[in-house]
């Protein structure tokens, strides 16, 4: 029952999950890897118990001793092996984005309903984090009534040199528009980005912090705090509104320290820690499916209306603040809700 | 030392101002209440150790048995009894608003620029609430670092009929204004609204909730939820994100329970068990600063300045979204910041 | 309706209770002061509005001026002064210990019961702490069933010098013991100190922390933390275990601050800052009654068994851990629950 | 790198670690298994991809297709497997308790010792948790200085029918005592049990609830409350007292919900929902560990000293409160501590 896994892109992400698929998760070995530094996939290859090293994705993809692919490879690469899985007919774990472009996304979408069957999971990682969880559970038994707004705050410490103005919404922010998509169980129709003081602790070339807000198709209003160099920590907040009640994630905490005049608690360092059990989770969910041929899990159409949402948000991101509004094509019945699709909510 | 406080309107509010001044504050007696019921005015007078009843808030304020006045009527009438008591050199405590209209404020102002001194507090009782002082106090200090955002919510369990749709920015919101334009020590100069999904539980003629968004002079951007409906209960949350770090009111909480599978606090259920406290520090300073001939806290400019921001909040309400820029009159020397301008945080 | 009171004993405490009664409470001035350094006690009457100062004790209580009288002296003097009270048939205020023997208590009962009415109140300010309020209120509503243990925690960050040992009974625990017989309305029974390893911040000569358990007549067990050097803050924590749930003191917090890795809230640096609102609520509760010729809160009997429990506890404190039975006489009907006897709970 | 797993005893336990080892964790298969019911053992078997059902746990220990072994039988019959498993010279993951005699404890201490190596980790899962690691991590680092007391409280719902008075302290207890030697870093010298008011909803049969309070070598004290008929859910607290500070288990939260005038959050209703994560830690570390032929976590030592203090405890819960002293044989040096005894704590 164990199923071969090829990794395409063995860098810091691709290894973090070859190191899940090894070490931690159940029912999956990395069989090949491959990475447009091929020295850098051999090298990898050679720590696995049973893994080779191809040349290509295209091969890796083909090979009959893979039998599911996770896809970690840099963004604009995505589409390639993404349509190269769907043609091979295996399931496929991508990280997000599913491809840089909304045309890309629905070449993916319609090679995917051509196949008759889902296959591409996208990485979005938040759903299958325990807060987020007893949120949508709290939402989906009634218990704030129905949901008017979402207050998200996405904080880091900081961002990497190579971060560049448009990742505050594409890589960001991303993650705040999926799981308001998937909390609210609603699309996005206008997003608006308004732009407060720039923080002195952010790069001039950087629009940092902002508030990307968003209008969903049954009226509720989302709005997103990007603060990507807070210092303080890496802290993710996010509270619905219902008509009669909210819900929030708790502060994240393990114990309470007592010193020094103050009672408090740790805030996580990145996201890595903030996230690692959802990671974990996220990928065993995908194994299991894949192994019993099922697909689960945040879709094409996921990661399709993700990007789409985030083009308006980026063109919206210089325009002072006018309303951009955004529409998505017809959803494919692929992708109408079935008890498949997501992490299962008790 | 005790001074004598005449008090113009015994309505709800006007009542609970004089049982605070002759059972709970020290320093001050109620020796005259007016009302525009004079019957009422002359029962409460009963109730009193030595107040009388007058007919008019004119009387009222030139009486000489009246060392100061708590103006408590309805909104219109307040610039009538602030200007007589400005007049007559007498301190005035007077309900926000200070007057329903920019140039009725303006007035107010001008008159008191002319007296050469401070002579009117208004009733913007957050910034004597524990909770808002500790969030002052921490950024003053500089401990989160320079303020880019204010996130802050207000959410009534219900509202009364009489609430008409422009009561959710002048008497709901003009509170939050007040607190982010002390809290971040800055002017407003832009504001929005955003409406998300109207509420089943709210009136239809209500627009509930709303998100009202503004601007500083110096670029912190302040997004208030405004829920005047959310039955849950009475719930004031504020949050300031800075540089560094983000400082924010804390659950309210006496004590917490656990029972049938959970662990739970207390919400209040009105303005009035919330800020009970912070409407008694409120009045005892101003009781003190009236006996020592001092003015302090919130002033006409505060008043002025909520005005003006919560005219530019209804013109937002219904523009779909568009930015409203607003501007001040030039700051008169008089209310430039001096120690004796606000609460002392220590 | 202002009521004048005159206090004995000028000290810290003594001076603090001028403050309240002059400056924060309604309904009293302070008409004379006496002190065993009668310097002292004239340099304070000169700096108040309307009091004189007196040779004794004695003479303060008989004094016409003086309606009812608060005793802030040294514990020692306590029964002299209060007896003196109860032959004048005045109302007194009396900071705890209500006298320093079981033999002074147990006179100052008789002399009440023998006047036929309740004219002491004891300073256990606790019963007027908002926390300890809403834990009484939820015990007594049945919101955790039958309550069974009291777990409380008295942590103060460092004692004085002349702190000697037995004051971590008499003087700090004393309070714990009042809100336990409070909160369980109950009468204790049988205590014992079990006494783990020393704290090396705390002097050689204290017995430093110790845990000091009782027992109640209807079997509820109380685990009194006593750790009076603990450096960090003056920490006040306390749950009631029922038969179906507990009820806990929050954690103070105004509010919340998010920075360096951690999210934190602030603890009091004393005694003072922890309880000022339940001294000032006690006292205009206090003056409040005594005006309207009523008595109110923690009686005669109570401040009698707080220190036949803390005899039991001195008793217990270095004999290894053996249980002391210890009994009360029987309640004299003066002092059965009424609906005067303690702060109203709603 | 797979290692074959045996699992003897396939009752609730038993079959929650082969799911774990089959579907949740990584570099294990269960090859084998038995039960005293040998039906329900072939039954659990064919449901599993390689497992065979065999006979008795003596044929199970020494066939050569189990590289290591999980004991999830009998508390009584964990002797005979352990010390089979250490003379075949396989690793072997006990459930508490090792044994349930200390003599028997101290015969397997023997074996292992006769072995020279260690091969025997006890499932004491709590320092596989969030919570404790962080409290063990905030001690290590000086956080909160010497530790001098621990307050734990261990609460249930309710307890099954079969569940005896012994119980309380052998099997719900024991869990504290484990954690509190492990937190402490040191060895239980006495203990007492007190015994508070009988809760009504505990059957007659049971001493419910109990205050478990034990001394260490060093003089830290620590005190158990044991409620397990508490009905509001299942609820482990945590608590160390430090010289300077205090470090305690956080509120078990992932989101807070606002409604119908309180804020809330849930309580575990179980000790699987608790401690699920634990489990997986736990024995995800021991297969990692048996693959590398090393041992770790809580060793026999553990056990036995766990056992001991228990036998301690359940003489101690019918004395009338007396301090019973209790002593551990010489510890072997194969038990003293070294990098691989227990958790990692970064």
Redesign the interface.
Same mark, same amino acid.
């Given at each position: 029952?164990t199923i071969n896994v090829g990794v395409i892109g063995v860098g810091m992400i691709g290894q973090d999950h070859i190191r899940r698929l090894?070490?931690? %998760?159940? $029912?999956a070995r990395v069989s090949a890897v491959t990475d447009v530094d091929i020295d850098r996939a051999k090298s990898v290859a050679t720590g696995l118990?049973a893994a080779k090293a191809l040349q290509t994705g295209a091969e890796l993809v083909t090979d009959s001793e893979v039998d599911a692919v996770v896809v970690a490879s840099w963004g604009p690469t995505h589409e390639e092996y993404v349509l190269a899985c769907i043609e091979a007919g295996k399931q496929v774990f991508c990280e997000k984005p599913l491809a840089t472009t909304r045309e890309a996304c629905e070449r993916i979408v319609d090679a995917e309903v051509a196949a008759g069957k889902r296959l591409v999971m996208v990485g979005f990682m938040r759903r299958y984090d325990?807060?987020y %969880?007893?949120?949508k559970e709290?939402i989906e038994s009634g218990?704030? $009534?129905?949901p %008017?707004?979402f207050?998200s705050?996405h904080r880091n410490p900081a961002v990497p040199p190579h971060y560049v103005n448009d990742m505050i919404i594409n890589d960001t922010c991303v993650h705040d528009v999926d799981v308001a998509r998937w909390l609210l169980d609603d699309e996005i129709v206008a997003a *608006?980005v308004?732009?407060?003081?720039?923080?002195?602790?952010a790069g001039d070339h950087l629009t940092d912090?902002i508030?990307f807000?968003f209008?969903t198709a *049954?009226?509720?209003?989302v709005?997103v705090?990007a !603060?990507v160099?807070?210092?303080? $920590?890496y802290?993710i907040r996010g509270e619905v509104?219902g008509?009669?009640?909210?819900?929030? %994630?708790?502060?994240s905490? +393990?114990?309470?320290?007592?010193?020094? +005049?103050?009672? !408090?608690?740790?805030?996580p360092?990145d996201w890595r820690e903030r996230f690692l +059990?959802a990671y974990d989770v996220e990928l065993?969910e995908w194994i299991?499916a894949a192994a019993a041929g099922r697909s689960t899990g945040p879709s094409s159409w996921d990661g399709y209306a993700a990007t789409v949402v985030c083009d308006a948000g980026v063109a919206a991101m210089n325009n002072?603040?006018e309303?951009v509004v955004l529409s998505l094509r017809e959803q494919p019945d692929l992708y109408k809700p079935t008890a498949g699709a997501g992490p299962t909510v008790e």
């Open positions: 029952m090894t070490h931690v %998760l159940s $029912g118990p325990d807060g %969880l007893a949120m709290t218990g704030i $009534g129905t %008017l707004m207050h705050a *608006r308004l732009v407060p003081r720039h923080s002195s602790l912090p508030m807000v209008e *049954r009226g509720a209003l709005d705090e !603060s160099n807070i210092q303080y $920590g802290d509104v008509e009669r009640g909210t819900v929030a %994630l708790a502060d905490n +393990r114990a309470v320290l007592r010193s020094d +005049r103050r009672w !408090s608690g740790g805030v360092e +059990r065993q299991d002072g603040g309303r």
